[in-house]
């Protein structure tokens, strides 16, 4: 079996100590974890602080260079990779699955390396001249979770880099071996402590968000640890960017064309086996097609094979881990419970590996937990209305902002109406695209700060005025 390494100024550390990463589809092991401890955490960063004074001081062209030998490398093992992550998250190889992903983390590298920050004149006159200047921040703590392990570690690690800063990066215990052999790998075009890697239980994130030399933390998960990482991070006033949960909504309008937008809703909310922040996760459709809608989501979901993401003709992967499995079902369970009525599914299977199926629940009203809570899971719950301001009202009432969608016919109504969606995105007859230059972030309780582009760049660098 593959044995791996943490990471830490550029050399491989494996502990005595290791932990169990288990491939949810068997329930047998994926592999070996280092298990890190507090004071492999402390190493790290300080070999990240080190690394820190030759890096901030790199030309633009080095640090741009830097992310586009990011992109190569990792198109050069893209394969690799990809089969590490299916055998650690679930995810199929195929479809919207690992390649897919290994695709999204070069695309956003090679994106990021052109991404321009250049120094900003606010005025040149006889009086003077005042500039704005981007400046790196120091080490960046980046937290990631286990939906989608090494895109969204890229998300952190090339507009860091790019920016001028150092990395230490922790991912999930859940699915921590991607990540360890994708440092490996960055690191072969990376100066020595650039980039370094720990892995451990989940008492490693506190060492790593309250430490005095880590200069801010980008997070990715869920809301409740986001608050956690923002009270630990407040001693030594880090700045933060937090990806955290969803609740997103979407709303059907009553012109829509039931047969000709199913394909699209369903990938909004079964992307990953729903294991995506902003999938879809509560659907509200118009009255008058609301039975047309039912039959059209179950005629598409009934032919999507689910089942181990190392068979190429699998689309959809397992639940992660046995707690969000659990979690899945108890939710459904509580729905039917509460006079859910199943479409398709709703059954957790026997047998191995965490897979619960594709589940379509109708006649489901605001107030069970199905619709309160995020499922993060293959489900996805059906709610009829009847007033188009009343559905946007329930749409807005979560306390969570990441997206939200509105189908219908007509392009200049929808967007209307998604601009009225209290979310950080919103989406017109499709939902959860994103794009390496499209802003992305959460208002409400799903979050602080965005991702992408210049704006996201922008969030790794303090702005220093020059009066001269
Ligand atoms: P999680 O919050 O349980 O864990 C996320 C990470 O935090 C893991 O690496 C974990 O080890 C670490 N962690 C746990 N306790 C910590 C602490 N006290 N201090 C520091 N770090 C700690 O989330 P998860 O279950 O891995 O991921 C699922 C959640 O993530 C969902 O709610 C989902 O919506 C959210 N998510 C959000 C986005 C986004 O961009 N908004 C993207 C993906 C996932």
């Known amino acids: 079996m593959t044995a791996f390494a943490m990471t830490i100024d550029g050399q491989p550390i494996t502990p005595s100590e ?9 329930g047998g092991l994926a592999g070996k974890c280092p298990a890190g401890s507090a004071e492999d955490v402390n190493a790290a960063v300080a070999a990240a602080k080190a690394a820190f004074d030759e890096w901030s001081q790199q030309s633009d062209e080095t640090r741009r260079q830097a992310c586009r030998d990011m992109a190569r490398v990792l198109g050069e093992n893209a394969e ?9 998250q679930g995810k199929p ?57 090494l895109m969204i570690a890229i998300w952190h690690i090339a507009p860091a880099i790019r920016a001028g800063n150092t990395v230490v990066i922790k991912p999930s215990p859940y699915t921590p071996l991607s990540t360890l052999r994708m440092v490996e790998i960055l690191n072969t075009v990376l100066p020595a402590g650039v980039l370094n890697a720990v892995t451990g239980p989940d008492s490693i994130g506190p060492v790593l968000t309250s430490h005095p030399d880590v200069a801010k933390v980008t997070f990715t998960g869920s809301t ?12 030594t006033l ?4 937090l990806e955290l949960g969803g609740n997103d909504a979407g709303i059907v309008l009553p012109d829509t064309d039931p047969k000709q937008v199913a394909e699209g809703i369903f990938w909004g909310a079964f992307i990953n086996s729903g294991q995506t922040c902003a999938c879809m996760k509560r659907l509200y459709v118009h009255d008058s097609i609301y039975d047309e809608v039912c039959t059209a989501l179950v005629d598409f979901a009934s032919r999507i094979p689910m089942g181990d ?20 079902r108890e939710l ?19 047998g191995d590996g965490y897979f619960y199926p594709i589940t379509l629940l109708a006649d489901v009203t605001d107030g069970m937990r199905i619709v309160d809570e995020e499922q993060f899971g293959p489900v996805l719950p059906i709610i009829r209305y009847t007033d188009v301001e009343d559905a946007l009202t329930r749409a807005n009432s979560s306390s969570m902002g990441l997206g939200g969608s509105v189908w219908s016919k ?18 017109v007859n499709s939902h959860g695209g994103l794009h390496p230059n499209a802003p992305f972030g959460g208002v409400k309780q799903s979050g602080i700060g965005t991702e992408f582009g210049v704006d996201g760049l922008k969030e790794f660098t303090a702005i220093q005025t020059l009066h001269r």
């Open 410 to 427: 007509n392009i200049d109504d929808a967007a209307a109406l998604a601009l009225r969606l209290e979310s950080g995105s919103a989406w």
């Open 18 to 26: 290791t932990f169990d990463v288990i491939n949810p589809a068997t």
């Open 93 to 149: 190889l195929g479809g919207l699955g690992s390649r897919f992903e290994l695709g999204g983390c070069q695309a956003w590298a090679a994106n990021t390396a052109e991404l321009e920050l250049p120094v900003e004149v606010v005025k040149d006159d006889n009086e003077g001249r005042i500039e704005i200047h981007r400046k790196p921040l120091g080490v960046v703590a980046s937290i990631t979770p286990w939906n989608w392990p």
């Open 309 to 328: 993401g190392m068979d190429e003709n699998n689309v959809l992967g397992p639940v992660q881990n046995a707690m969000q499995f659990e979690k899945v």
């Open 224 to 235: 409740e640890t986001g608050k956690k990482v923002m009270a630990n991070a407040a001693g």
């Open 238 to 241: 880090k700045r933060l960017t």
């Open 332 to 350: 459904v369970e509580d729905a039917k419970a509460n006079g859910a009525r199943v479409l398709l599914g709703g059954e957790a299977p026997q």
């Open 80 to 88: 690799e990779l990809a089969r590490l992550l299916t055998t650690e």
